[in-house]
């Protein structure tokens, strides 16, 4: 029955009631009463079937391209150019890429571009080893005018022979993803560098590996988060072209695998597969982005995280007070170096290495808090035994040195006999157990 419908049947309804209230005086005010209430009804009824209706259906969830499975799902939405998709499109995709979804940034979760473990993005947030991005398109545009731009004193100061420089906003921030070093913010340079070199990774190339479109939401994201209009993706484009030669600019990567992958684990896709190498796991996870590792040649620049020789570090830690004192408190669970490592991984705030507590907040450490989503155990298990294998001895071979904050342990330019965990090192139960490792990963 129809609304229409429905306001005419009450009203045959009341007027019949009120006929029989005519017709029985005894009855009279009941009936007359019951038949005025139904009349009542029905002009309500009649008076909102009138009106316009209007449906209250909530805005469709924005399709995260990130996930795989939506990906797959939504391959027309997740395939689009990035040249032709709208600002909205280009800026969510962009969030997507730098948090790890649309809507990521609410949260401050980690995605591909990993700017998050350095960077803050929110108002009056003051960050210990990257500047605040927040005002970055405003800032950006002084920042070329800043003497020690136009003269600088960096390591590098152009991003390849020819590329020349930033001349406006957009070009100064393509300049500080491809060539991070061309200008160092000060107080935020590499320590004892004086500025002159930058601990930031080159955005294009491992562990980040972030094609131009890639680099183009990011950008477009930048600006609609600081409230201005992105420049066009080909304006973009050519700042970025500027700045990366042709032969270093990666592409877009592809689709997820079909199921059978290694990496589809009970239906859910994982970065890290057991079929990876420990540089493909190392490249994946973007772990050289804050740590060294001797072995991987292009893991030695991290300068933000511990330096990953986990056969001399990872014995030592799990029998330190504070490891011990973590265990008491039932946030730490490791009772062997292999497992510790896999811990530091999948729980990265169950223990943190002394001089990287972290200032904000909580007590969360600034290392990805997914990557238990991201392995496929065998993965980790992989990467936990490769790391094993990395040493004092190797780390001092490859020319790397210690973090500074790393306050536990001694520098590896110390006496051989000072280097640290050498007592535990030596016994041949801990050496035999080590030497039964063998695989990848990294730690805080």
């Given at each position: 029955?129809?609304?229409?419908?429905?306001?005419?049947?009450?009203?045959?309804?009341?007027?019949?009631?009120?006929?029989?209230?005519?017709?029985?005086?005894?009855?009279?005010?009941?009936?007359?009463?019951?038949?005025?209430?139904?009349?009542?009804?029905?002009?309500?009824?009649?008076?909102?079937?009138?009106?316009?209706?209007?449906?209250?259906?909530?805005?469709?969830?924005?399709?995260?391209?990130?996930?795989?499975?939506?990906?797959?799902?939504?391959?027309?939405?997740?395939?689009?150019?990035?040249?032709?998709?709208?600002?909205?499109?280009?800026?969510?995709?962009?969030?997507?890429?730098?948090?790890?979804?649309?809507?990521?940034?609410?949260?401050?979760?980690?995605?591909?571009?990993?700017?998050?473990?350095?960077?803050?993005?929110?108002?009056?947030?003051?960050?210990?080893?990257?500047?605040?991005?927040?005002?970055?398109?405003?800032?950006?545009?002084?920042?070329?005018?800043?003497?020690?731009?136009?003269?600088?004193?960096?390591?590098?100061?152009?991003?390849?022979?020819?590329?020349?420089?930033?001349?406006?906003?957009?070009?100064?921030?393509?300049?500080?993803?491809?060539?991070?070093?061309?200008?160092?913010?000060?107080?935020?340079?590499?320590?004892?560098?004086?500025?002159?070199?930058?601990?930031?990774?080159?955005?294009?190339?491992?562990?980040?590996?972030?094609?131009?479109?890639?680099?183009i939401a990011v950008d477009t994201w930048i600006f609609v988060n600081d409230?201005?209009?992105?420049?066009?993706?080909?304006?973009?484009?050519?700042?970025?072209?500027?700045?990366?030669?042709?032969?270093?600019?990666?592409?877009?990567?592809?689709?997820?695998?079909?199921?059978?992958?290694?990496?589809?684990?009970?239906?859910?896709?994982?970065?890290?597969?057991?079929?990876?190498?420990?540089?493909?796991?190392?490249?994946?996870?973007?772990?050289?982005?804050?740590?060294?590792?001797?072995?991987?040649?292009?893991?030695?620049?991290?300068?933000?995280?511990?330096?990953?020789?986990?056969?001399?570090?990872?014995?030592?830690?799990?029998?330190?007070?504070?490891?011990?004192?973590?265990?008491?408190?039932?946030?730490?669970?490791?009772?062997?170096?292999?497992?510790?490592?896999?811990?530091?991984?999948?729980?990265?705030?169950?223990?943190?290495?002394?001089?990287?507590?972290?200032?904000?907040?909580?007590?969360?450490?600034?290392?990805?808090?997914?990557?238990?989503?991201?392995?496929?155990?065998?993965?980790?298990s992989k990467l936990a035994d490769f790391l094993l294998t990395q040493t004092?001895?190797k780390a001092i071979k490859a020319g790397l040195e210690r973090h500074p904050?790393?306050?536990?342990?001694?520098?590896?330019?110390?006496?051989?006999?000072?280097?640290?965990?050498?007592?535990?090192?030596?016994?041949?139960?801990?050496?035999?157990?080590?030497?039964?490792?063998?695989?990848?990963?990294?730690?805080?």
């Open positions: 029955m129809t609304q229409s419908q429905l306001a005419i049947t009450f009203f045959i309804m009341s007027s019949f009631v009120m006929w029989l209230g005519y017709m029985i005086p005894k009855a009279r005010t009941m009936l007359v009463s019951v038949g005025f209430f139904v009349l009542a009804s029905a002009a309500f009824n009649g008076f909102s079937n009138w009106l316009p209706q209007v449906e209250g259906i909530p805005p469709p969830k924005p399709v995260d391209c990130s996930n795989p499975k939506e990906k797959a799902a939504h391959p027309e939405e997740c395939n689009k150019n990035v040249m032709t998709m709208s600002v909205a499109e280009r800026a969510d995709m962009g969030e997507a890429i730098i948090f790890g979804k649309v809507g990521g940034s609410a949260e401050r979760g980690i995605g591909k571009g990993q700017c998050p473990l350095c960077h803050t993005f929110k108002k009056g947030d003051i960050g210990d080893r990257a500047p605040n991005l927040i005002g970055v398109t405003t800032r950006a545009a002084e920042r070329i005018k800043d003497p020690r731009y136009l003269k600088p004193d960096t390591i590098q100061t152009e991003s390849f022979k020819g590329s020349g420089r930033a001349t406006n906003a957009e070009e100064y921030i393509a300049e500080s993803h491809s060539c991070p070093s061309c200008y160092v913010v000060a107080g935020f340079g590499v320590k004892g560098t004086n500025d002159r070199e930058s601990p930031m990774p080159v955005i294009h190339k491992p562990t980040t590996s972030l094609s131009i479109d890639e680099q409230g201005a209009e992105p420049p066009s993706p080909e304006v973009i484009k050519a700042a970025y072209e500027k700045f990366i030669p042709e032969s270093d600019r990666p592409k877009l990567a592809v689709a997820a695998g079909p199921t059978g992958d290694p990496c589809d684990v009970n239906a859910e896709k994982k970065i890290a597969c057991a079929t990876d190498t420990p540089d493909q796991i190392v490249t994946k996870m973007g772990c050289a982005a804050c740590h060294k590792i001797p072995d991987i040649s292009f893991a030695h620049t991290g300068a933000i995280g511990p330096l990953l020789i986990e056969g001399a570090n990872a014995p030592g830690r799990i029998k330190s007070p504070e490891y011990l004192a973590a265990m008491k408190a039932g946030k730490a669970h490791a009772t062997s170096p292999k497992e510790y490592i896999i811990e530091s991984i999948m729980d990265p705030s169950a223990f943190i290495v002394q001089g990287f507590e972290p200032i904000s907040p909580g007590g969360k450490s600034m290392m990805p808090p997914d990557f238990a989503t991201k392995f496929t155990y065998a993965a980790v004092a001895d904050m790393e306050k536990a342990e001694k520098l590896l330019k110390k006496a051989e006999v000072d280097l640290p965990m050498r007592s535990v090192q030596s016994n041949p139960a801990v050496e035999g157990a080590i030497a039964a490792q063998s695989t990848v990963v990294a730690q805080r």
